[in-house]
T-cell receptor
Framework: GQQVMQIPQYQHVQEGEDFTTYCNSS?????IQWYKQRPGGHPVFLIQ?????EVKKQKRLTFQFGEAKKNSSLHITATQTTDVGTYFC????????????FGGGTRVLVKP | DTEVTQTPKHLVMGMTNKKSLKCEQH?????MYWYKQKAKKPPELMFV???????INESVPSRFSPECPNSSLLNLHLHALQPEDSALYLC??????????????????FGEGSRLTVL
């Protein structure tokens, strides 16, 4: 079945530094979504990417969808303590019946 | 604040108990979902209801029984659970449900979850 892999699993970041988390799918995706889950919280939708090569920005967050629509990335600049949490990508694929498949998540810890 | 409301927030039950988790949304969404999330793991899809009909059952054991009384409510009935069923149970909804073979492509709105402990 469809697999969505995320790396790294953990990211320790110094406050003020940048980092990137990557998402790779075993199948071509129709779209990809990103969610953030704070410790003890629930997943909250961040963004959806649909087009090949699409790039979207939300303040310090930059999301990218690969040309082949099989991978995506989230880049955060000038990390703040409010960025702590687990970031999940979730992809939809026609090959998987258009179900949303979550990646394993990247857990982000920020060192002040 | 989330627009998907789940009750109870915490539940402790024995293996012989029968309990229910409840979920409510008033956003007019026509697809509703149950997910199970273990610690440090991603949400795992259990059931999907679209237009109040069960669309997907991800081979979930029969000790979990979903119910969708109307377009705003979703229940998960629990019976004879095992300790390994202890987890955070998340309800979610989305804008458009399954229509023919065309799936909704929109975002999921998650509730805050019901944290279940089975003793």
């Amino acid at each position: 079945g469809q697999q969505v892999m995320q790396i790294p699993q953990y990211q320790h970041v110094q406050e003020g530094e940048d980092f990137t988390t990557y998402c790779n799918s075993s199948t071509t995706l129709s779209n990809i979504q990103w969610y953030k889950q704070r410790p003890g919280g629930h997943p909250v939708f961040l963004i959806q990417l649909v087009k090949s090569g699409e790039v979207k920005k939300q303040k310090r967050l930059t999301f990218q969808f690969g040309e082949a629509k099989k991978n995506s990335s989230l880049h955060i600049t000038a990390t703040q303590t409010t960025d702590v949490g687990t970031y999940f990508c979730a992809g939809r694929s026609g090959a998987a019946g258009n179900k949303l498949t979550f990646g394993g998540g990247t857990r982000v810890l920020v060192k002040p | 604040d989330t627009e998907v409301t789940q009750t109870p927030k915490h539940l402790v039950m024995g293996m012989t108990n029968k309990k229910s988790l409840k979920c409510e949304q008033h956003m007019g969404h026509r697809a509703m979902y149950w997910y199970k999330q273990k610690a440090k793991k991603p949400p795992e899809l259990m059931f999907v209801y679209s237009y109040e009909k069960l669309s997907i059952n991800e081979s979930v054991p029969s000790r979990f029984s979903p119910e969708c009384p109307n377009s705003s409510l979703l229940n998960l009935h629990l019976h004879a659970l095992q300790p390994e069923d202890s987890a955070l149970y998340l309800c979610a909804s989305s804008g458009r449900g399954l229509a023919g073979v065309i799936w909704n492509t929109g975002e999921l709105f998650f509730g805050e979850g019901s944290r279940l402990t089975v003793l």
